[in-house]
Structures are given as structure tokens and as C-alpha cells.
């Protein structure tokens, strides 16, 4: 494993970090213990000492398997990120209630890193109406965290204006070849860097849509004069940047935490050739004009009151656009497997179709992608329920 010193606080944390949002699951969603234990004990051997993990991620039961893989003495070689769920905050007291659980949910006395989850104009206004930046202070003053951070979905400015109101000891960004120009984009990966924050960053393969290239953009990877997966192709665009501290990856097996490793392993600064760099550029221009909902599948937006799948709506779309025969015949195929009627939804896991959505509004503020999600499902229903010509529903 390859490690970065974070310079502001001499720690040595490896290139690549174990993010404990999407854990393998089985029925129902719920996550396949056994396997997620395995698979961060993998992690564990084979290197990395960063977890990150959020009070909201499975709904409490990814810090819960978290605490539990890294049970027996193996907790204090490591560093933990947690996340407060700003989400949820309603008055300052709320603050200890939810390290306390946390605390306990992951078996530990202290957490490394405690971040602001999700911060964006709205959420740091509560934070400061709050006053929570006191709370996080006391918690550190208590020993109950050690660092103070934040994750961030919102647009360069807000982060600019959030970097330059605390000396923060961390920010998690969204970042990948594709993202340069959205959120944080790489002023604001610059600018956090001048002040010597370090930078975790996540969605580096944006939500997988990046591991589970198109047709053309595979094309562009075999003509490449450099072997690499569409996986390594984006975590080595990282890496290659001296700004990036660590890339969080949300790996669903030991096999694909070994071979995550081995990319990591072969990692450094600067390390990518101006002709892999011209890839990445083909692979952008190819890409864009492919994805016509930005949607990472982060599944923050989840459940929809009214049964609506909203990220497998949209990775259905995603997947159609410029697909024609005997493949876009059956992803419409599997489209119609969405249920139609409100009555047929799967309970357990939400299988309705675009065409179910009220326009109730619920998910569009959790939506840290800011995508008008019901216009969005609109479209979706127009091109793959009704058969609408994308060129016509989507002018770009
Ligand atoms: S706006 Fe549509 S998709 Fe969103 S929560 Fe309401 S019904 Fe569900
Ligand atoms: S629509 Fe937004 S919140 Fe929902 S999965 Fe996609 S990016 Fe995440």
C-alpha cells in the first residue's frame, strides 16, 4: 500500500480508504454482514488504516459492522471518519445524542475524524445557528473526537466561504475525471490544498458509473497505449494529483478490495504520461455525451414515499442513451420490469418506475447532486415508458 503524509497532522494515511457507504447487502437491502466484515478485514491486511463511515449510511448498520470488523485490538492501528447527520439536526443538544450513538454503534472511545456530513449552504447555516462548531470543540476537548471536518456537496463559492470559516483538520469532496467542474471542481480541490487542509475524496468513480464504462469509452481504453480497467483509469487520475490525501472506494468484496490494492499500490504523483492524460480527456468528451442525468446512485434521496427506485430510473436511462438493437431492446425490456402501479411495488426493495412519482417534492432537498428530480423521472417516463425520442425529451 502506498500512504500520504497528511502534513498538518504528520499522520500517514493510504491512497486508498475504505468508505463504508454502499456495504455489500442481501435481502431486502439489508447489509451481508458476514461478507462486509470479511471485506474490511481484507482492507485491514492488506493496508489501508482509513474507514469512513456515516450515521446514516445503512441506516446506522454500516458504523454498527464497521465497529465490529475492527474489533479485537485492530481499531487503534486505524484512523475512523464518522459523520454528523446534519440532515437530522433539529437543536444543539441533538449533538451529543448522536456522537453517543455513534460511539457506541462503533465500539470505540473516540472517533478521528468528525465531520459535518453533507454541508452546503443550507446545512452550514444551521451548523452556525447551532453553534455547533462549540459542541465539536467540547467533544474534542472531552477526547471524544480528534479531528474536526466536513464532507461537501455544494458549489465552488459555498465552499470557498466554508474552507475560510474554520481551521479545518479535513473536507471530503466529490471528485473524479469527469466531476473537475462541479462542486468543490479543482479550484476548490486547489484551494483547500494553499491552506493545508487535506482532501479525502469521494465518488471517484462517480456513483460506478466510471467502473461500468460505454462501448465507446471501452474503445478509447483499448487503443490506449496504457493497460489499464476503467477502475484504474480513475483512481490513478487521482492519485496522480499531489492534492488528493486519500480516495475513498465503497468495495463489495475481498476480491475487489485486493484488486483495488494492486492499483493503489502502483499509484504516485504525477505519474500518469501526457498521452494517459489525453485517454482521460477522450474518455470525458465521450462520457458527456452519454450521461443525461448526473445522478452518482448515492441513494440519499431513498425511499421515495410513493415506491419510486429514483437512481435505477435514472441508471436506466443513462444506460440507453445512443444504445440501439438488440441492447436497447432489453434494457427497455428490463425497464418495464419497474412496477406501473402503486399497489405492485416491492415493499422491501422499491421497484416502482418513473411514472409512479406524485411530484410530492420529499427527495428533491436531499438530493446532494441538486437534480430536479421529479422533472427528471418525467423525462425518464417519456423516453423509456412511452417510447419519447431522447433527442426530442432532452435538449442538449
Ligand atoms: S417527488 Fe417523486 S420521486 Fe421524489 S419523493 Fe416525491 S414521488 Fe418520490
Ligand atoms: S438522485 Fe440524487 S440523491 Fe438520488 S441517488 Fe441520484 S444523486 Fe443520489
Known amino acids: ?95 451529543d445524542r448522536f456522537l453517543e450513538t455513534q460511539l457506541e454503534r462503533l465500539g470505540t472511545d473516540y472517533i478521528d475524524f468528525y465531520l459535518f456530513h453533507n454541508l452546503n449552504q443550507g446545512y452550514f447555516d444551521k451548523l452556525l445557528a447551532l453553534g455547533l462548531f462549540e459542541k465539536m470543540e467540547q467533544a474534542k476537548k472531552r477526547g471524544l473526537i480528534r479531528h474536526i471536518g466536513f464532507s461537501f456537496h455544494d458549489t465552488l463559492p459555498v465552499f470557498k466561504k466554508i474552507v475560510d470559516a474554520y481551521p479545518w483538520d479535513l473536507a471530503q469532496i466529490q471528485y473524479n475525471y469527469l466531476d473537475t467542474a462541479m462542486q468543490a471542481t479543482t479550484e476548490g480541490l486547489h484551494y483547500a490544498a494553499k491552506k493545508k487542509i487535506p482532501v479525502a475524496v469521494m465518488e471517484g468513480l462517480k456513483g460506478g458509473m466510471l467502473a461500468d464504462p460505454p462501448k465507446e469509452a471501452k474503445d478509447i481504453m483499448r487503443s490506449a497505449a496504457s493497460k489499464k480497467t476503467p477502475v484504474e483509469w480513475a483512481f490513478q487520475f487521482l492519485w496522480n494529483l499531489p492534492e488528493v490525501a486519500t480516495v475513498l472506494s465503497g468495495m463489495g468484496s475481498p476480491a475487489m478490495v485486493e484488486e483495488n490494492c494492486g492499483y493503489a499500490e502502483r499509484s504516485g504523483v504525477g505519474i500518469l504520461s501526457g498521452s494517459d492524460m489525453e485517454t482521460i480527456e477522450k474518455l470525458v468528451s465521450t462520457y458527456r455525451k452519454k450521461i443525461l442525468v448526473d445522478c452518482t446512485a448515492c441513494r440519499y434521496c431513498m425511499p421515495c414515499p410513493y415506491g419510486v427506485n429514483i437512481p435505477d430510473n435514472f441508471a436506466m436511462l443513462n444506460n440507453a442513451n445512443g444504445r440501439g438493437g438488440i441492447i436497447g431492446w432489453l434494457l427497455l425490456r428490463r425497464y418495464k420490469k419497474f412496477a406501473v402501479r402503486p399497489d405492485k411495488v416491492n415493499k422491501e426493495d422499491p421497484d416502482g418506475a418513473a411514472s409512479l412519482c406524485t411530484k410530492c417534492g420529499v427527495c428533491v432537498k436531499k438530493c446532494p447532486q441538486s437534480i430536479n428530480i421529479p422533472e427528471e423521472l418525467t423525462r425518464v417516463d417519456m423516453v423509456m415508458g412511452r417510447g419519447k425520442r431522447i433527442s426530442d425529451v432532452f435538449q442538449r
Open 1 to 95: 500500500m502506498q500512504y500520504r503524509v497528511l502534513e498538518k497532522l504528520g499522520y500517514k494515511i493510504s491512497a486508498l480508504s475504505f468508505g463504508a457507504m454502499r456495504l455489500p447487502t442481501s435481502f431486502a437491502l439489508a447489509v451481508d454482514k458476514k461478507k462486509a466484515v470479511a471485506t474490511i478485514r481484507k482492507a485491514v491486511e492488506l493496508g489501508i488504516n482509513y474507514f469512513d463511515t456515516a450515521y446514516i449510511y445503512h441506516l446506522g448498520a454500516s458504523e454498527k459492522v464497521l465497529g465490529e470488523a475492527l474489533g479485537n485490538g485492530v481499531r487503534k492501528n486505524v484512523y475512523i471518519a464518522d459523520k454528523l447527520p446534519m440532515i437530522l439536526m433539529r437543536k444543539t443538544e441533538d449533538f
